[in-house]
């Protein structure tokens, strides 16, 4: 509140240091009123009179009055207004043009400072532009290395998996085929079988452990084969396992790659004008990465090289199964070979054999009906001899009955002697001819039931081998069914 008649004291407000420079920013504080009134000091005052300081000297003090935050001093001259006349000027000339100069200085100190800070803080800025520009330059050539790393190991990656597709049908052929060809073997191990169940019904002599016999039983090799086709066939399955694992790895990185290739793609299509940007504060702290660029590549080529060595390895079980098939094949083939031989050669022995025995036994036949033919004859000399011997009996019993010195051992006496021994001789000799010659016949009828029993055992031979089991072994599966090919 002021009172009238009294004098305000003009109050000068300037920056605590030298150093000021005025607010560039269009911010609200700085439009605020650049002349603060500072507190209340002796600096503040440099313009005043000596006069005014004696004439406040002998004034009442005054308490201060706050106003916006500044400290204004106001001197009353008097509460008197008779004491206006008595007051002298406040400021000299040279005060006034002090201040002037004062004040043309600070401004031109300011502009300068201005200008200079204006001057280096676009330099400052363009410096910045620039480095920031190389910097995103930089950063987008990086992405765009790393983009063309991503492709080079993703063609090796899409040509590494196309190869492994290739190898693993390949190998599935393999094994489809080697599983056929294992079924096949199961025919002419049942054949073979078969064979030996047959042959156990020969009968007799026949049942003898020939040539025939001791192929067949080799069916072991039938069953090497087989064993070995097993056994090749778990690698193919344990090896196809492995294939399929090494391809799952390669299209799992392959994949990670075509995601990665998408982010850094669409990383480096990034511009300052393009939407989607934002802060991320912290994010340049925080290091998600779980690999470095020679493990990144590494890892890829440790697929690779994992991929290419299971192809390897596959490929070599394949020729070693083309090899095994092709082996085994031969091998049936040869003992198929074998057998059929042996079975001929034996067929033709019994053959031989039953011709033999046939051209025996009709020569058996013939000399049976001779020696029958024989024996009547002996018994009708037996039985001729009967009535000489009667004859020349009757002779020496009725000269017998001669009287006296007749009955005379004479010459007729001494012929009917002889007559009767030899003809009792001779009807002895007749009779043990006659039993030879029954006992021939007898001889001769064994011969002929064991001829025809042999011929019967030569017959079934026979049928076995010519009827049951070559007409078995016509049905052997060919060479391109025992290599898998149907």
Not at 173 to 197: D, H, I, N, S, W
Not at 210 to 221: A, F, H, Q, R
Request: aromatic share 6%; glycine share 2%.
């Amino acid at each position: 509140m002021e009172l009238i008649g009294s004098t305000l004291t003009a109050n000068y407000a300037r920056p605590k240091t030298s150093h000021f420079l005025p607010a560039i920013s269009t911010m609200a504080s700085s439009y605020r009123n650049p002349q603060q009134v500072m507190a209340f000091n002796p600096s503040a005052n440099i313009w005043r009179t000596n006069s005014f300081y004696k004439s406040n000297s002998i004034m009442p003090s005054t308490p201060s009055i706050q106003h916006d935050g500044l400290d204004l001093v106001r001197a009353r001259t008097s509460f008197f207004p008779s004491n206006r006349t008595a007051m002298t000027n406040r400021y000299t000339p040279d005060d006034w043009y002090k201040s002037n100069q004062s004040h043309y200085w600070e401004s031109e100190s300011s502009r300068k400072s201005a200008e200079r800070l204006r001057k280096d803080t676009m330099r400052l800025i363009q410096d910045k532009d620039q480095l920031t520009r190389r910097t995103q330059e930089n950063t987008s050539k990086n992405i765009s290395e790393r983009l063309n790393d991503i492709r080079f190991w993703k063609s090796e990656l899409s040509h590494e998996i196309d190869n492994m597709v290739t190898e693993i049908a390949a190998l599935t052929e393999v094994k489809r085929r080697l599983e056929r060809a294992l079924a096949e073997t199961q025919g002419p191990l049942q054949v073979a079988q078969e064979c030996l169940y047959h042959r156990e019904k020969r009968m007799s002599i026949d049942l003898v452990h020939d040539g025939v016999e001791k192929d067949l039983i080799k069916i072991e090799v039938i069953k090497s084969c087989q064993e070995r086709m097993r056994l090749h066939l778990d690698r193919a399955t344990s090896q196809l396992a492995s294939n399929r694992a090494a391809q799952h790895e390669l299209e799992k990185d392959l994949s990670d790659k075509l995601t990665a290739q998408r982010i850094d793609d669409r990383c480096h299509h990034l511009r300052n004008t393009s939407d989607g940007i934002g802060y991320y504060r912290g994010i340049d702290r925080q290091d998600h990465a779980v690999s470095l660029p020679d493990s990144w590549s590494r890892f890829t080529d440790d697929n690779i090289l994992r991929s290419q060595s299971e192809r390897a390895t596959s490929h070599k079980l394949r020729d070693e199964i083309e090899i095994l098939l092709n082996t085994t094949s031969n091998e049936m083939w040869n003992q198929f070979n074998n057998v059929n031989v042996a079975f001929t050669n034996r067929i033709s022995e019994t053959t031989d054999a039953k011709s033999s025995l046939q051209a025996h036994l009709a020569k058996t036949m013939q000399e049976i009906f001779q020696t029958e033919m024989l024996i009547e004859s002996l018994k009708k000399a037996i039985r001729d001899k009967e009535n000489p011997l009667k004859v020349a009996q009757t002779r020496l019993e009725e000269r017998t009955r001669r009287p006296n010195i007749e009955l005379c051992r004479d010459n007729p006496y001494h012929r009917l002697v002889t007559e009767v021994r030899e003809i009792e001789d001779t009807i002895q000799k007749l009779h043990e001819r006659l039993m030879e010659a029954e006992n021939t016949l007898q001889a001769l009828v064994k011969t002929k039931v064991k001829l025809e029993n042999d011929l019967s055992i030569k017959a079934n031979s026979l049928f076995l081998d010519q009827e049951k089991c070559m007409s078995m072994r016509k049905t052997f599966p060919s060479m391109p069914r025992l290599v898998g090919y149907t």
